[in-house]
């Protein structure tokens, strides 16, 4: 009898201490405090139904930046138009905006706004809309439902993190400043500067080429093409330059290069059908059996071209260093010396 009621004294004690251990675990204060900071500024079904992200700075920043989706694609509009956008560049903003992490509040009035350059005449903002109701008997439709209105304040003294509160709400939170670089960075920041758009995300890459031939700027009459043809995994290479021993792994880094080559901004000056886009040109036939030409303009005095590709209705600025790497001569493809002459 002794030993059974020790042995159940044992038990509740042990069962008592684990009670305790389990309290302690959920209202630990510091723990409580971690769990009470893991926040995120929108659902993640919610963002889902984006269609327009409105980024603007404080109010001394003269522009804003607009992004809207189209068929599910990110555009940049500015002045009426509307340019391709950096698809990763908006997933990883709305991811930021949607992910959970630490935002813990630091105040619960509005006494605080103005000292945190929250004041909205203060502050910069992000708005994300959903979709506009369509448009009916000539009238224009509906602005979309605001999804998300964020303000986004100063950083505290140590530079890392910011303050942040939603849009008619009092509750400030702080968190890591991953905003500054998106509100900050310029228009062309979101601009898909690429020249086949489709090689940001690894849709078209160098294995689906099956033949390039290029034809380089000359003064004078077209000069002969060099014509590059898939062989399996290597290449040939025939027209107008002569190689003793082609490096196929370089072959592929310059055609890997021209997928990804970027201007340096969308121009105006000239539409992609006009007649000036005759000073050189590069045409990829991919394995789909679409052919893709890349078509330049005459450098101008600061050794710029305007470059058009088919099928798009973009007109790019190209930079000097970025139209050289199009066109390389043949020692740029020869196989490296080696064996025991090699110095």
């Known amino acids: 009898m002794v030993y059974k009621r020790k042995l159940a004294v044992l038990s509740g004690v042990t069962g008592l201490l684990a009670l305790v251990y389990v309290l302690t675990l959920i209202f630990e204060p510091e723990r409580a405090g971690r769990r009470s900071a893991a926040y995120s500024w929108i659902d993640s079904r919610q963002l889902a ?9 404080p109010p001394e920043a003269e522009t804003a930046v607009e992004l809207v989706r189209r068929n599910n694609i990110w555009y940049t509009a500015h002045e009426g138009n509307e340019y391709p956008a950096r698809q990763l560049r908006v997933d990883d903003f709305l991811g930021l905006l949607g992910k959970k992490a630490p935002y813990p509040v630091q ?9 945190l350059g929250l004041d909205e005449k203060a502050a910069s903002r992000i708005r994300v809309s959903g979709a506009p109701s369509p448009a009916r008997d000539g009238a224009e439709g509906a602005a979309g439902p605001i999804l998300l209105d964020l303000l986004v304040g100063q950083g505290d003294q140590t530079g890392r993190e910011v303050y942040l509160r939603k849009a008619g709400q009092n509750e400030v939170r702080s968190g890591e400043d991953r905003f500054s670089g998106y509100i900050s960075g310029s228009l062309s920041s979101w601009y898909n500067l690429r020249l086949f758009p489709e090689s940001e995300d690894g849709k078209l890459d160098v294995d689906g080429v ?21 062989n399996g995994s290597n290449w040939t290479l025939s027209g107008g330059i002569a190689v003793a021993d082609l490096d196929n792994v370089k072959v592929d880094s310059y055609i890997r290069g021209i997928l ?19 000073d050189g040109r590069v045409a990829l036939e991919l394995g789909d059996g679409s052919i893709r030409t890349l078509r330049l ?8 071209r305007l470059a058009a590709v088919s099928g798009s209705s973009y007109v790019y600025s190209l930079a000097g260093w970025a ?15 080696s064996g025991p002459d090699q110095e």
């Open 323 to 337: 139209v050289e790497r199009l066109f390389r001569d043949a020692a740029f493809f020869e196989k490296p010396p």
């Open 49 to 57: 139904q984006a269609e327009r992200i409105v980024i603007s700075g």
């Open 260 to 278: 990804n080559i970027e201007g340096d901004d969308f121009s105006a000056e000239a539409g992609p059908g006009d007649p000036i886009f005759n």
């Open 107 to 115: 105040a619960s009035t509005s006494a605080a706004h103005e000292r």
């Open 210 to 230: 099956q033949r390039l031939t290029v034809y380089p700027p000359a003064a004078g009459p077209e000069p002969e093409p060099q014509v590059f043809t898939r």
């Open 297 to 304: 303009g005459a450098a101008d005095e600061s050794n710029r």
